[in-house]
């Protein structure tokens, strides 16, 4: 195992007073002092820890440091309480050992603190998880609860535990918490109703009033005034640094995280404002008529607000508070109580009340963190006690303080003995004996069952008659006298006669600490702790849950007419029962020194701390550890630290460790008395010889460091040269390498200029040869065509003058052509036969084509039209046709009428009833039926006629009448004249010899003229059998009227005359027909 630290390194002092050289109280306080001035508040005597107060906070009990100590061993580090608490939480876990943490000291030394420092330490190094954080955290808060009702200010100490605290934590195989039990020692319950100059009562008062609510308070019918209440001091409620409210939320909070109801906290507090209540009752003297003296309460608003709080009728309190009833076998005597016993008896319920209210506390933060398990527990008790007292004026508490510290001493003295000697035989040591100074005479002086202090008390106090502290002090004397650790005025130990540092009243007992001197005042009814049985059954049948619980022995039903028993008596009963608890347990030590009583950092009283060294016993101690061996240490550690003081050692040994220790110790020039071989350690006899060694390898580190810094800076100057010349050399190849680079660059470039050059001037010479080898080429070429072409034409020049212009030309206009028609194919006309339009032609030589082409589609167009003719249609195009032959070109009336339909029956003759009788008059069918005028050849004015056209004549008939006119066969008919003109002006010139030629020929006027001449003379030619009637178009022509010859003259109308044609008679023979000019 290699050991890094050691205790002895760095020490300031000794940091183990078992090294000490020499030994005596002044180099003791010396060390101590030494250590504190330099904030080194811890030091061993041997495994035992003396932890002096600093009084301000130190930085030594950091998360860094809980690390710094963990898994170490105890002399590895520089002294510090988480070295112990280390060393007590592994044995406990790995080697199964039951541990205790045994605090003392002083009022003020930091025992508390130090008690809360061991249970964080373990709190934070042992397991974790979700339910021990859980117990963890109700152990650590259990803490603010207890301090909070059991603690109070005083002038030694302003959070001075007012009670001894012992709490065993239990821990599972896997050293994991499982809970705890913790027991109270004797709480200074006098404190409750009184407290000296300068201190307060417990803290919880104070705490309550400050911090509170105005609400919490109205229900406990409180003032936040501190000066209503007589067991309140006043003149030192406020402490400096310590927040009274702030710390109420605290503990308000820690009594939730421990597991107190919502109900029992307000039953505590309701407790805690009934005491302070209580302390307001007064009571004033009544005589009565028998002359004894009676009490009364003065204002009785206190009392009824108390008995409201607590639920407890006024009138049997107020009665308890009158009377005493002394029960006796079958009696009852009731007394009635003075003044003075009256406020003797409000004080005891109030000390009562409070202290039982204590308990209470205790037991119930027990039930909360008992373990949950049944299986079998490892226990690590930290036990937190009332230290050495000796005032100027010790009373019965201080008796009983002491009587404890004088316990904790003998198992002090026990056990470590007890370990010394295990630790021989374990290691094959022979066991020299021990001079020390055995405290238990001093024991059985207090605690012997029939003639310790103890036992006569409480004697005394049972005993019938008159009982006073100097009947008690006289049965000491007679009892005692002999003892050689009890002193008395009055004992027979002649020489105390004359000692007038010894009162009449008082006794003294020689402590292993030192004398004390008791004063005997009190010590009976301290003892005693008497409250009124009267008092206790009123408390009983209050109606609050706790208030009843918390004094049972009120229950009527269970009158117990033995006495209780003393407080002496029950003090020693538990602390018989804590000595056995701790010896089965392994002990560790924490002895608390206070340096000054100023409760300032940095002083150190000399003489405070010589008393407090005294009474600890710390000499005897170190004397003890020191009395056969001062040291010891493993073979490995103390080899791995000296070996270097052996040149076969240094620097590795090979063998075991225990011969490698003989050889080094066989080596130094240390007398063989002076150190012996155990089992697994070597132990040193003289501390003066360790301190040798420790000298030696001082020097020899000394040694050792400048050998290393040497060769170190040998090293050191030696990697630096060898880099320098490393970097030298890359360096300079880097430079020369740069350099060449850049020369090379020149060179290169230099050559490059100079090739160009050359290759230029190559370059150009070879072209000038290509070139003019090429123009060489390109003429012997040139001249090789002329010639060839001569040649070939010379040969050819017959075939092409014969054939090829044409072939050419044809083969060109083939082309020409098949494009043309190629391209007409996309260009067509619609086939509408009245479309005149028609592609351009592309050349002018198709001019022919074009021209001849047009009509040939035209003319097949309109066949391809015709082809979709009816019949009838076919009939009415014919007339059309006849139409366009006879008048076209040759009368202007012509063109107008190319676009009216030949519609032949004009006037609906077959189907109109007015033509009925003329239609049956008519044999054939009627072609043509419309209404003309007959020009009249006298005036030349017209009369409206029906013309009718069959086929075989033409018939004239009356307008009105329908009457038949005329009616003239066909081959009756000459011909027709009509003029050239736009009128509507017919004759019709009958042949001369036949039968209807008679009556004359008919000048007639139609708006139809051109169809009724149509169908005239296709119907004549018909009916003439291939003779055509002939059609005479002429402006002048001759009509037969019955008797004689008119000419008809046709002229051009002035415009004048308007549009209207007008025929007139000129004379005898000349009608003159005036036609309107056509536009
Ligand atoms: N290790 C410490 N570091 C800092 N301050 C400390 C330390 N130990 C004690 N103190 C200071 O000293 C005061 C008194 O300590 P503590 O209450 O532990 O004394 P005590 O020995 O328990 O006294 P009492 O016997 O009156 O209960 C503490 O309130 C704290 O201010
Ligand atoms: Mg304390």
């Not at 710390?247 to 820690?254: I, Q, W």
């Amino acid at each position: 195992m290699e050991v890094k630290t050691s205790l002895l390194d760095n020490m300031i002092g000794v940091g183990d007073m078992v090294l000490l050289e020499p030994l005596s109280e002044d180099s003791f306080i010396e060390n101590l002092r030494k250590r504190f001035d330099h904030n080194e508040i811890y030091t061993y005597i041997g495994s035992v820890v003396i932890s002096m107060n600093p009084y301000r906070s130190l930085p030594i009990f950091t998360p860094e440091k809980v690390e710094e100590y963990r898994n170490r061993n105890f002399y590895e580090l520089s002294p510090h309480i988480y070295a112990l608490a280390d060393e007590a939480y592994r044995s406990l876990r790995d080697q199964d050992k039951d541990q205790c943490i045994l605090i003392t000291g002083e009022s003020g030394a930091g025992k508390t603190e130090a008690s809360k420092l061991v249970m964080s330490y373990v709190a934070a190094v042992c397991g974790k998880g979700q339910e021990v954080n859980k117990v963890k955290e109700q152990l650590l808060q259990s803490n603010p609860v207890l301090e909070a009702f059991g603690n109070a200010k005083t002038v030694r100490n302003d959070n001075s535990s007012r009670f001894g605290k012992y709490m065993d934590i239990e821990f599972d195989f896997k050293g994991d918490p499982l809970g705890g039990v913790i027991s109270n020692y004797l709480l200074e319950k006098s404190r409750v109703v009184k407290q000296p100059r300068g201190e307060r009562n417990f803290h919880i008062f104070y705490q309550l009033l400050s911090g509170a609510s105005d609400d919490t308070l109205k229900k406990l019918k409180l003032d936040r005034d501190y000066s209503k209440y007589n067991y309140l001091s006043l003149d030192s409620a406020v402490v400096n640094g310590l927040d009274d409210a702030a710390n109420f939320r605290t503990v308000k909070n820690a009594m939730q995280i421990v597991g107190f109801m919502e109900d029992e906290v307000q039953s505590v507090l309701e407790l805690v404002a009934a005491v302070l209540k209580l302390g307001d009752i007064e009571f004033k003297p009544e005589s009565r008529c028998n002359g004894s003296d009676e009490s009364r309460i003065k204002d009785k608003n206190d009392l009824k607000e108390m008995c409201e709080l607590l639920g407890i009728e006024q009138s049997v309190l107020e009665r308890a508070f009158s009377y005493r009833t002394v029960e006796a076998r079958l009696e009852k005597v009731s007394t009635t109580l003075n003044v003075a016993q009256a406020y003797y008896a409000r004080d005891a319920l109030a000390k009562n009340l409070y202290s039982r209210l204590f308990s209470w506390l205790v037991t119930r933060i027990n039930e909360s963190i008992k373990a949950q398990t049944k299986a079998r527990h490892k226990v690590m008790g930290v036990l937190d006690i009332y230290g050495f007292e000796i005032f100027e004026d010790n009373s019965f508490e201080q008796f009983i303080i002491n009587y404890c510290n004088e316990k904790l001493q003998q198992i002090f003295i026990e056990l470590t003995l007890r370990e010394e000697q295990e630790e021989y035989v374990r290691e094959g040591i022979e066991w020299t004996n021990i001079e020390y100074f055995n405290n238990a005479i001093i024991c059985d002086l207090i605690e012997n069952h029939q003639n310790g202090i103890l036992a006569m008390l409480d004697e005394e106090c049972l005993r019938p008659g008159t009982v006073t502290d100097e009947t008690f002090l006289d049965k000491l004397n007679t009892i005692c006298a002999e003892h050689q650790h009890f002193e008395s005025r009055l004992s027979k130990n002649s020489k105390f006669l004359t000692d007038h540092s010894l009162p009449h009243n008082c006794f003294r007992i020689q402590h292993y600490a030192g004398k004390v001197l008791y004063r005997v005042e009190g010590f009976v009814d301290k003892n005693n702790d008497l409250l009124y049985r009267d008092l206790s059954q009123a408390m009983y049948k209050a109606n609050h849950s706790l208030i009843k619980q918390l004094f049972p022995e009120g229950n009527p039903g269970k009158v117990n007419l033995k006495r209780p028993p003393t407080a002496g008596f029950q003090f020693r009963a538990s602390v018989g029962t804590l000595m056995k608890n701790l010896q089965t347990k392994n002990p560790n030590y924490i002895r608390c020194i206070k340096p000054n009583d100023k409760k300032a950092s940095h002083i150190f009283t000399d003489s405070l701390v010589c008393h407090q060294v005294r009474y600890l016993g710390l000499m005897e101690n170190v004397r003890v550890r020191r009395a056969g061996y001062a040291f010891r240490q493993a073979y490995e550690p103390c080899l791995e630290r000296y070996k270097m003081l052996c040149k076969r050692t240094w620097p590795h040994w090979r063998g075991p460790a225990r011969e490698g220790v003989e050889v080094l110790m066989a080596d130094l020039p240390v007398p063989a008395e002076e150190f012996s071989f155990g089992r697994s350690k070597i132990f040193i006899r003289n501390p003066r010889t360790l301190f040798f060694l420790e000298e030696r390898r001082r020097q020899c580190l000394q040694d050792l460091a400048t050998l290393i810094q040497k060769i170190y800076r040998g090293w050191k100057c030696r990697s630096h040269f060898l880099l320098l010349k490393k970097s030298q050399i890359v360096v300079a190849a880097w430079y020369r390498r740069y350099a060449q680079e850049k020369k090379y660059q020149k060179i290169k470039s230099a050559t490059t200029v100079v090739q160009s050059y050359t290759r230029g001037w190559q370059a150009r010479k070879l072209l000038r040869e290509l070139k003019y080898q090429k123009r060489c080429e390109e003429a012997v070429t040139t001249i090789s065509a002329f010639w060839h072409g001569t040649q070939v034409r010379r040969e050819y020049r017959k075939f092409f003058r014969a054939n090829a212009g044409k072939k050419i030309y044809d083969f060109t206009i083939q082309r020409i052509m098949q494009k043309y028609f190629l391209g007409l194919k996309s260009t067509m006309p619609s086939m509408s036969p009245i479309d005149k339009s028609w592609p351009a032609r592309p050349y002018r030589f198709l001019d022919g084509v074009h021209r001849e082409l047009p009509r040939i589609f035209h003319l097949w167009r309109c066949k391809k039209y015709r082809s979709q003719f009816t019949e009838e249609k076919k009939a009415v195009y014919e007339e059309k046709l006849e139409a366009s032959e006879i008048f076209k070109d040759k009368k202007a009336l012509y063109p107008s009428s190319v676009s009216q339909p030949f519609k032949g029956d004009y006037l609906e003759i077959s189907t109109n009833p007015k033509y009925q009788k003329l239609n049956s008059a008519v044999d054939e069918k009627v072609l043509l039926a419309d209404v003309v005028n007959k020009i009249n050849r006298a005036n030349g004015k017209g009369t409206a006629r029906i013309f009718l056209l069959t086929k075989k004549s033409v018939v004239l008939a009356d307008q009105k009448t329908g009457q038949v006119k005329a009616s003239v066969p066909l081959p009756d008919l000459a011909s027709v004249s009509v003029s050239t003109q736009s009128d509507g002006f017919f004759a019709l010139r009958l042949k001369e010899g036949s039968a209807s030629a008679v009556k004359g020929d008919f000048l007639l006027s139609s708006e139809h003229l051109i169809e009724i001449i149509t169908k005239l003379h296709r119907t004549g030619a018909t009916a003439a059998d291939s003779k055509q009637l002939n059609v005479d178009i002429s402006d002048e022509f001759l009509v037969q009227f019955k008797h004689d010859k008119v000419c008809v003259k046709f002229i051009q109308g002035a415009p004048k005359n308007g549009n209207s044609v007008s025929c007139k008679r000129k004379n005898n023979r000349l009608l003159e027909v005036s036609v309107p000019t056509t536009a």
